[in-house]
C-alpha cells in the first residue's frame, strides 16, 4: 500500500487526500491551519458569504424601480427600500465565521470518512521521502505540498487587525467601516470595495494601474467602474499607495505622489506571497521560482522524484477549483491511475462584484495582441429580455469563436450570478463544441442564458 503525506489541509490538500484514499493509498494530512486552510476558513468561504448578503443588499437597491416599497415601523408607505434598510455587520460576520467552521467540519467528517489520517501540526521535508512533524517522522512514497498562500503586506505598513486590515482579519468587525479604503484593485481589492460600498461603506479604491482590474477583460472591467462610480465609490487610477499608517481612530493611506488618504480603516489586497518558507523544500530537491512559488508541471510533478505540489503555494491559477484539479491530478499521476495534464484553457473564474464577471477560455488581451484569430461577438444584457423585467442594463455576454470551425475557444458574462451563467460556455470550450451546436440548443424564454445563445447566433455569420 502507498503510503501518503500531504502538507496543507487546503482545498489542493484535502481533495488530494480523498483522492488517494479512494485508489487504495495510506493517506496522511498535516495542518496547521485547520482542515479546508485558509480557503475555507478566512478567504474564499468567508468572504463570499459576506458577498452574499453584500448581494442582497445591491438587489433592496435597486427594488424601488420594480416598485417594491417599505411599509410599517415608521416607513411611510412610499418608503424606497434603499433608505430602509440597514446591515449590523456583528451578526453578518458572527454568520460568516460561523459558515466557515461549519464547513470545516463537514471536510473533517470526509476525510475520517475516507479513512484518511489528520496530524495537526507544521510539517517539513526533511528529503524528499520523510516529512518531519514536531517529534514523529513520516516516511512517504508520495508527498504532496499544499501549504498556500498568505496576503502580501506592504513595507512599513504592517496591519494591526483593528483599523489596517488584510482580507483574513475583516471578519472580527463588530461595525461598518464608515470610511473603507481599500489598497488594491485586483481581484481580492474590487470584490471587498463592491461588497462593502453595497453594505454601506463609503469606500475608497486605489489602484496603481489605470483600471480596476488589469488582469480582467477590458469590456468588462469598464462596465465594473462605471457601476463603482455610479454608486458613489471613489475611485483612484494610477495611484500607488506608499505607507499605511494609523492615525488616532483612523488611518492615512500616503499615495506615492504625496497625496494623503484619510479613512476609518484600510484594506490591504496587494498581492500574495506563497507559504514555501522553512519547509525545507530547496535542501530536499524542490525548486522555486523568484516568488517563492513551487515549479511544478502539468501533473503537478516538483523536480523532486515523489514530491507534488497543488494550489496557491504553485502559483499556478490561485482558484480553489484549480487546486483541487492539481490535487486529485497529483494524486492519479502518482498512484498509476488515468490522468489528464491540467488544462488551463479551460478553467472558468469568477469575480464576485456586482455585476459578476466570469470567464473561460481565450481571452480579448489574447486576440487584440494577434496571437489568435478567433472572433468575438458581444451581446449587451440591456438587450435580453429577462434582464429587463430585473432591471438589470450593466453586462454583457461576449463568445469567442475559431474562423472556418466556428469552435467556441472562450466567453465572458457580466452580470449578476454570472457564475452561474458561464457553466455551458465552459462546457463548450471543453468538449469543443461549435457555435451551431450552441446556437440550436433551446433556451429558456425568457432567461438570461438566452443572450448566450443568442452571442452564439450572430457568431455564425462571422464564423
Known sequence: MARVVIIGGGPGGYEAASAAAQLGAEVTVVDSDG???????????????????AEVMTE???????????????????????????????????????????QSEGISRRLADDKVRVIHGRGRLDGPETVVVDDQRLEADVVLIATGARPRILKGSEPDGDRILTWEQLYELEELPER??????????????????????DVVLVSSRDRVLPGEDQDAAAVLEDVFKRRGMTLLGKSRAESVKR????????????????????????????????????????????????????????????????GDCTGVLMLASVAAMQGRIAMSHALGDAVAPLNLSTVSSNVFTAPEIATVGLTQAVVDAGSSTATAVKVPLADNARAKMQGVRDGFVKLFCLPNTGIIVGGVVVAPRASELIHPIALAVGARLT????????????????????????LHLRA
Open 35 to 53: 482542515i479546508g486552510g485558509s480557503c475555507v476558513l478566512t478567504d474564499c468561504v468567508p468572504s463570499k458569504t459576506l458577498i452574499a448578503t
Open 60 to 102: 433592496v437597491e435597486e427594488a424601488g424601480e420594480l416598485g417594491v416599497r417599505v411599509t410599517g415601523d415608521g416607513a411611510s408607505d412610499n418608503s424606497d427600500p434603499a433608505n430602509s434598510v440597514r446591515v449590523d455587520l456583528s451578526v453578518v460576520n458572527k454568520r460568516v465565521k460561523a459558515l466557515a467552521a461549519a
Open 180 to 201: 473603507l479604503i481599500v489598497v488594491g484593485s485586483g481581484v481580492t481589492g474590487a470584490e471587498f470595495a463592491s461588497a462593502y460600498d453595497a453594505l454601506g461603506s
Open 247 to 310: 492615525q488616532g481612530d483612523g488611518v492615512v493611506v500616503t499615495l506615492t505622489d504625496g497625496r494623503k488618504i484619510e479613512g476609518s480603516h484600510a484594506l490591504l489586497a496587494v498581492g500574495s506571497l506563497p507559504n514555501t518558507e522553512d519547509l525545507g523544500l530547496v535542501e530536499s530537491g524542490v525548486s522555486l521560482d523568484d516568488g517563492g512559488f513551487v515549479k511544478v508541471d502539468r501533473v503537478s510533478r516538483t523536480t523532486a522524484r515523489g514530491v507534488y505540489a497543488a
Open 435 to 458: 457555435v451551431d451546436q450552441m446556437a440550436q440548443s433551446f433556451t429558456v424564454y425568457p432567461s438570461v442564458s438566452g443572450s448566450i445563445a443568442e452571442a452564439a447566433r450572430r
